[in-house]
């Protein structure tokens, strides 16, 4: 078992990482929770093949608790669920010593998070993520939201968790591409702050993709020890996080024109991305020639794409960059490669180059 310390004052939490770390979630939620009540909100897929396990901790650890499961996906990410948790939530009159558990994929930490950090102004929360992304990203951090009609992640909050059990073993039964989609945010972050984590990725690629535990273990250790160290220091956004949004910038115009359908993960739409991003740079004179095609060849050791097959019109894809929420002044910010392991962030580029870099030819400096 490996544990990450996140600091954040009087907020810090420890994210436990091994093979059984779902067997602790009781002992976790006798100090996270002093009420003594639980309630687990978890989707179908992840309930059926971990609820018991977990309602079994607890339970035993004397944590009077029930399961919640919504339906697996995207969609579950709507004020309609989260108004289904908050009427659970008052109907077993949980009080602020009692907690959430969030059982699942980012879907479920997204929307168990949101329902702890509004239902009577907070309630503590643990955050048991299952699948690789929710593991070395969205669990770490404290972000929460659901989508609006008009936009992903439009409703949240900032809510830390109280700890953080990531249990390797669950990535077993996780879809192959599912896995690929969060390997591409775990290229992501040694791509912008480690080049010693993407040199282990690259000689260690066949073992990570086998499953590997000792493998995974280090590489989802790793890669919230560098979230963390990201977040710490910015909670809010205001400066060095915005470096975790490398190839997100284009990544969400590409999820947006493909009207976020299961026909695109958004791993996939990041690793075109970053891809994107990287040649963008290069062509910037910023990032040398050789470092865009160790990127590329990585995400493409992972299964992952680099380029879009026909890139959409420059139009539509202004319009979806410029529709992303991220935009400062009404500008699209974008996060540049200077070289592995070292990024520029708040970046302003010409929307031409931006449509080249998808298309996978190399841009004109
Ligand atoms: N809060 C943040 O900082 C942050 C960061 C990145 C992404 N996100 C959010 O995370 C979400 C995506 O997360 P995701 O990719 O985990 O999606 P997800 O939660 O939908 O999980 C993907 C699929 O895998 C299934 N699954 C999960 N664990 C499994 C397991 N162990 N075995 C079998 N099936 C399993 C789920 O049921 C689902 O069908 C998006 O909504 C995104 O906005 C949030
Ligand atoms: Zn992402």
């Known amino acids: 078992?490996?544990?990450?310390?996140?600091?954040?004052?009087?907020?810090?939490?420890?994210?436990?990482?091994?093979?059984?770390?779902?067997?602790?979630?009781?002992?976790?939620?006798?100090?996270?929770?002093?009420?003594?009540?639980a309630l687990v909100v978890s989707d179908r897929n992840v309930a059926r093949r971990y609820g018991p396990a977990a309602l079994a901790s607890l339970r035993e650890a004397g944590i009077r608790a029930e399961l919640l499961a919504v339906p697996a996906g995207e969609r579950s990410k709507s004020l309609a669920q989260l108004s289904r948790i908050f009427d659970r939530l008052a109907s077993l009159k949980l009080d602020r010593g009692c907690g959430l558990v969030a059982l699942g994929g980012g879907v479920i930490g997204d929307l168990g998070g949101l329902a702890a950090a509004i239902f009577l102004r907070g309630i503590p929360y643990i955050q048991a993520p299952t699948s690789l992304l929710a593991q070395v990203d969205s669990s770490v951090g404290g972000k929460t939201a659901v989508d609006h009609r008009l936009g992903k992640n439009l409703i949240g909050a900032f809510h830390q968790p109280a700890a953080v059990l990531s249990d390797i073993a669950s990535l077993d039964t996780l879809p192959a591409r599912e896995f690929r989609s969060g390997m591409?945010?775990?290229?992501?972050?040694?791509?912008?702050?480690?080049?010693?984590?993407?040199?282990?990725?690259?000689?260690?690629?066949?073992?990570?993709?086998?499953?590997?535990?000792?493998?995974?273990?280090?590489?989802?250790?790793?890669?919230?020890?560098l979230k963390a160290r990201i977040v710490e220091k910015d909670e809010r956004?205001?400066?060095?996080?915005?470096?975790?949004?490398?190839?997100?910038?284009?990544?969400?115009?590409?999820?947006?024109l493909a009207g976020y359908s299961r026909r695109l993960l958004h791993g996939e739409a990041v690793a075109m991305g970053m891809a994107a991003a990287a040649r963008l740079s290069c062509g910037e004179g910023l990032c040398p020639k050789g470092d865009v095609k160790r990127l590329v060849a990585l995400l493409e050791r992972f299964g992952l794409p680099t380029a879009m097959r026909r890139p959409p019109a420059l139009r539509q894809l202004e319009g979806a960059v410029e529709s992303d929420k991220k935009r400062r002044r009404g500008k699209p910010r974008f996060v540049l490669l200077e070289r592995i392991g070292k990024?520029?962030?708040?970046?302003?580029l010409s929307s031409r180059g931006w449509r080249t870099a998808l298309s996978g030819r190399p841009v004109k400096g």
């Open 237 to 256: 956004e205001t400066g060095l996080r915005q470096s975790l949004n490398f190839g997100h910038t284009l990544g969400h115009a590409i999820e947006t």
């Open 1 to 37: 078992m490996r544990t990450v310390r996140v600091a954040f004052g009087e907020r810090s939490y420890t994210i436990w990482i091994g093979a059984s770390a779902l067997r602790r979630l009781g002992e976790a939620a006798c100090s996270c929770f002093p009420g003594g009540r």
């Open 343 to 348: 990024v520029r962030y708040g970046c302003e």
């Open 184 to 225: 591409a945010e775990v290229v992501k972050h040694a791509a912008i702050a480690d080049a010693a984590l993407f040199t282990y990725l690259e000689r260690n690629a066949a073992r990570i993709q086998d499953r590997n535990k000792a493998a995974l273990e280090r590489v989802v250790a790793e890669n919230c020890r």
